[in-house]
């Protein structure tokens, strides 16, 4: 089964520091997402990207959050300068037909990248 | 606007038991797709299940079932003959309209605790 890949799985930084979560989406996927999972919360939208744009994003993502896809493979979230409140479960997803979907795309997503901001 | 509602937060089932996990959803557009996903301990997000609104039968997926009821806006998950391994949290989730890119939106998700 094609994976969603995250790097890196955990990061620790300081409150106003810049961090690049990494993604590598599955290569025939046309989608690419960034969700937000606050610990023990419910699983956000964030961002969805589509021919190298941003088709959607949700109230969360401020100017603070930037997202590219700097080449065939890789996709990445920026947070420019790092909250407290930014501390979360990021999860990347790329969207394709799966088996037992009915022909619909599915979310496939990555394992997540753990941000702590201290 | 489009909303998704699980209403129990924890469940604790006997190993080997069927359980059901409940989800309601509301939505205006009449294509839609209903989504439900694993999350274990370990974190990562494990696509189980789908169901379009238009399908005219239940979807399964091996152990996973799910109860579709259009006119109720529910779609509950079925898990038969619950394993130790199915011990986790599980998220409903929607995809509206269907036609346009494939975000999903999520419920607030059910932890399931299964007993040996």
């Known amino acids: 089964e094609p994976e969603v890949t995250q790097t890196p799985s955990h990061q620790v930084t300081q409150m106003g520091q810049e961090v690049i979560l990494r993604c590598v989406p599955i290569s025939n996927h046309l989608y690419f997402y960034w969700y937000r999972q606050i610990l023990g919360q419910k699983v956000e939208f964030l961002v969805s990207?589509?021919?190298?744009?941003?088709?959607?994003k949700s109230e969360i993502f401020d100017d603070q959050f930037s997202v590219e896809r700097p080449d065939g493979s890789n996709f990445t979230l920026k947070i420019r300068s790092t909250k407290l409140e930014d501390s979360a479960m990021y999860f990347c997803?790329?969207?394709?037909?799966?088996?037992?979907?009915?022909?619909?795309?599915?979310?496939?997503f990555g394992a997540g990248s753990r941000l702590t901001v201290l | 606007a489009q909303k998704i509602t699980q209403t129990q937060p924890g469940m604790f089932v006997q190993e080997k038991e069927a359980v059901t996990l409940d989800c309601t959803y509301d939505?205006?557009?009449?294509?839609?797709?209903l989504f439900w996903y694993k999350q274990p301990s370990s974190g990562e997000m494990i696509f189980l299940i789908y169901?379009?609104?238009?399908?005219?039968q239940n979807a399964t997926e091996g152990r996973y079932s799910l109860n579709f009821q259009k006119a109720r806006k529910s779609a509950n998950l079925v898990i038969s003959a619950s394993q130790l391994g199915d011990s986790a949290m599980y998220f409903c989730?929607?995809?509206?309209?269907?036609?346009?890119?494939?975000?999903?939106?999520f419920g607030k998700g059910t932890r399931l605790h299964i007993l040996p």
């Open positions: 939505t205006s557009d009449p294509s839609y797709g």
């Open positions: 169901q379009g609104s238009y399908d005219q």
């Open positions: 990207f589509y021919n190298n744009e941003i088709s959607e």
């Open positions: 997803a790329s969207s394709g037909y799966r088996e037992g979907s009915s022909g619909a795309n599915v979310l496939t």
């Open positions: 989730a929607m995809k509206a309209p269907m036609n346009r890119d494939d975000k999903i939106i």
